[in-house]
Antibody, heavy 121, light 110 residues
């Protein structure tokens, strides 16, 4: 079955950087778009970014554009989220998620358990 | 991109049916058939329950159904059960090639 395992979360000071990883298994990784979604404490889900299956497109939420970079290594079945210039408002549980559509993204079908990022001095 | 609009809370008794609405614009919900619904029990991974507006993942109970009219999508849960108590989020593709979630609805089973 589909498994998504995030890692890399932790406590980081404002202005610093952090890289999250997501290792995928149970499906053909290079056929699906992959998303990052976050949930701040006590808040709802917020979509962060998507990386298309073949690397041809990447899109970001306005709140992270220019600071976060999504990438993937299909040879390792792994997706990454490089987060720079972190702010207190980036504090959240970050979820890795698989798209439901083959090639063309249609929405999230599977979620990881999440990794907590806390931005604090 | 503004969040889609959902009621903050809904409630129902076991066995009853409830409907959660998700209102957007022509640039998201109304313009595309890529609306999904996710169930989230706090502390656990969210779970997909509806995709492409009306489709259920394989193996999911047919008590869950989705629909759309204009800029508003809806999730209906029939035959409410105690384990349905959770937060529910809608999500839609947008014209900016991004995705947007609703603010979430807390379902209480009385």
């Amino acid at each position: 079955q589909v498994q998504l395992v995030e890692s890399g979360g932790g406590v980081v000071q404002p202005g610093r950087s952090l890289r999250l990883s997501c290792v995928a298994s149970g499906f053909t990784f290079n056929s699906y778009g992959m998303h990052w979604v976050r949930q701040a404490p006590g808040k709802g889900l917020e979509w962060v970014a998507i990386f298309w299956y073949d690397g041809s497109n990447e899109y970001y939420a306005e709140s992270v554009k220019g600071r976060f970079t999504i990438s993937r290594d299909n040879s390792k079945n792994t997706m990454y989220l490089q987060m720079n210039s972190l702010r207190a408002e980036d504090t959240a549980v970050y979820y890795c998620a698989k798209d439901v559509g083959i090639a063309t993204p249609r929405g999230i079908s599977n979620w990881g358990q999440g990794t907590l990022v806390t931005v604090s001095s | 991109q503004s969040a889609l609009s959902q009621p903050a809370s809904v409630s129902g008794s076991p066995g009853q049916s409830i409907t959660i609405s998700c209102t957007g614009t022509i640039s998201d919900v109304g313009g595309y058939n890529y609306v999904s619904w996710h169930q989230h029990h706090p502390g656990k991974a969210p779970k997909l329950i509806i995709y492409d507006v009306t489709k259920r993942p394989s193996g999911l109970s047919n008590r869950f159904s989705g629909s759309k009219s204009g800029n508003t999508a809806s999730l209906t849960i029939s035959g409410l059960q105690a384990e349905d108590e959770a937060d529910y989020y809608c999500s839609s593709f947008t014209g900016s090639n991004t995705w947007v979630f609703g603010g979430g609805t807390k379902l209480t089973v009385l």
